[in-house]
C-alpha cells in the first residue's frame, strides 16, 4: 500500500483515542468532585422532611433523580469543554501517529479503571442515599408518633376542660332556674294584686261607663226624634216643590204639544203645502212606475219560457220583489204626507213630535216629510 493510505486509515485510530482519554480523564476527576454535592443534596431532602409521614411518591422521585444523575452524566457535565479536547486531537490528527498495541492496551486499561472507579462511587453514593431515607423515615415516623401523642394529650385536656365547663354551665343554670323560679313566685303574687285592683277600677269604670252610655243613649234619642221630625218637615217641603215643578212641567209640555210654532207664518205654512202636495203627486207617479214594471215583469214571466238553469227566473222574482218594496215605502211616505198636509192646515206642522221643540225652517223645507228635530232624529 502507499504511504498516503496509511495515513487514512490511522488517522482515526488516533482521534477516537484522544477522545476516550479525555473522556476517561473527566470521568477519573468528577466522582472526587461530585460526591459532596450530592451529600448537600441528601441533607436538603433530609431536612424538608415534614413531621408526618413521608409519602412514598416522594421517596420514588428522589431514587429517578438519583438514577437520571448518574455519575458518566456528571463527569461527563464536569468535563472541560469540548472545544479544548478538539484543540487537543487537533495536534495528534495533524501528526497522524498510529499508536502501539501496548499503547492501546494502556489507554483500555484506564479506560476500564475509570469506568470500574465511577461504578463504585456511585454505588456508594446509592448506599448512602439509601442510608439518608431511612434516616429521614425513621425520623418522621417518630416524629408523627410525637405528634400523635401531643393530639391525644391535646385532646384529652380538652376534654377535661369541656367537662368541667358544662358542669359549671350545669350548676350555673340550675341557680338561675331557682333565682327565676323565686322571681316568678314573686311576680305572680303581686300580678295577682294587681289583678285584684285592676279588677275592682275596672267594675267602677264599667259602672260609670254604663251611667253614661245609658244618657248617652237617651240623649240620642230625643236627637233622632228630633231631626226625623226636621227630615220629615223637609221631605214635605220638598216633596212641595217637587209637585209644583211637575205641575209647571206639565203645563209647559202641554202648551208645547199644542203649540203651533209657525201658525203666524202663513205664507211659509202655504209654500210648505205646495211643495208637500208637489212631492205627494211626485210619489204617486213613482208608485205607478214601480206597480207598472212589477206587473209587466209578472206578464213576461208567464208568457216567456225561462231556463231554470242560467237563474234568471230567480233574479226575475228578486228584482219584481223589490219593486213591491220599494212602492209599499212610497205609500208609506204618501201617508206621512198626508199627516203632514193635515198638521199645515191646523198650523201644528213644523213641532218636533219628541221634544216638541220648533224644527228649523231648513230642515222642513231640505226633507219632505219631517216630524222630528236634528237632535232628536240623532238619538233615535
Request: hydrophobic share 40%; glycine share 2%.
Amino acid at each position: 500500500m502507499p504511504s498516503g493510505a496509511k495515513k487514512v486509515t490511522k488517522t482515526p485510530e488516533k482521534k477516537d483515542s484522544a477522545r476516550k482519554m479525555t473522556v476517561t480523564r473527566s470521568t477519573s476527576r468528577t466522582p472526587a468532585k461530585k460526591a459532596p454535592v450530592k451529600k448537600v443534596a441528601v441533607k436538603k431532602t433530609i431536612a424538608k422532611v415534614p413531621v408526618k409521614k413521608t409519602p412514598t411518591k416522594k421517596a420514588v422521585a428522589q431514587r429517578a433523580v438519583a438514577k437520571k444523575t448518574t455519575p458518566k452524566k456528571a463527569a461527563v457535565k464536569n468535563a472541560p469543554p469540548r472545544t479544548t479536547a478538539k484543540k487537543t486531537a487537533k495536534p495528534a490528527a495533524k501528526k497522524t501517529v498510529a499508536l502501539s498495541p501496548a499503547q492501546r492496551a494502556i489507554v483500555a486499561r484506564r479506560t476500564a479503571a475509570a469506568k470500574a472507579k465511577a461504578n463504585a462511587a456511585a454505588k456508594a453514593m446509592k448506599l448512602r442515599e439509601d442510608k439518608a431515607r431511612a434516616t429521614a423515615k425513621a425520623k418522621a415516623v417518630a416524629a408523627a408518633k410525637a405528634q400523635r401523642e401531643r393530639d391525644a394529650k391535646a385532646k384529652a385536656d380538652l376534654k377535661a376542660k369541656a367537662a368541667a365547663a358544662k358542669a359549671k354551665a350545669v350548676a350555673a343554670a340550675k341557680a338561675q332556674r331557682e333565682r327565676d323560679a323565686k322571681a316568678k313566685a314573686a311576680a305572680k303574687e303581686r300580678e295577682i294584686q294587681i289583678k285584684a285592683r285592676d279588677k275592682a277600677a275596672a267594675e267602677a269604670k264599667k259602672q260609670r261607663e254604663i251611667d253614661a252610655k245609658r244618657k248617652a243613649i237617651e240623649a240620642e234619642k230625643q236627637r233622632k226624634q228630633r231631626e226625623i221630625e226636621r227630615r220629615n218637615q223637609e221631605e214635605l217641603k220638598r216633596q212641595e216643590r217637587r209637585d209644583a215643578e211637575e205641575r209647571r212641567r206639565l203645563e209647559a209640555l202641554e202648551r208645547k204639544m199644542l203649540s203651533k210654532p209657525y201658525g203666524k207664518d202663513e205664507n211659509f205654512l202655504n209654500e210648505l203645502r205646495v211643495l208637500l202636495l208637489e212631492t205627494r203627486e211626485a210619489t204617486n207617479n213613482q208608485i205607478a212606475i214601480a206597480e207598472a214594471e212589477a206587473e209587466e215583469m209578472l206578464v213576461d214571466r208567464e208568457r216567456l219560457e225561462y231556463d231554470d238553469e242560467d237563474g234568471s227566473s230567480v233574479a226575475s222574482d228578486i228584482q219584481r220583489d223589490q219593486l213591491k218594496d220599494f212602492a209599499t215605502a212610497l205609500r208609506l211616505k204618501v201617508d206621512e204626507i198626508d199627516v203632514a198636509l193635515s198638521r199645515v192646515d191646523d198650523g201644528s206642522y213644523g213641532r218636533c213630535d219628541e221634544c216638541y221643540e220648533p224644527i228649523s225652517k231648513p230642515r222642513l223645507l231640505a226633507q219632505l216629510p219631517v216630524f222630528t228635530c236634528v237632535s232628536c232624529r240623532a238619538s233615535v
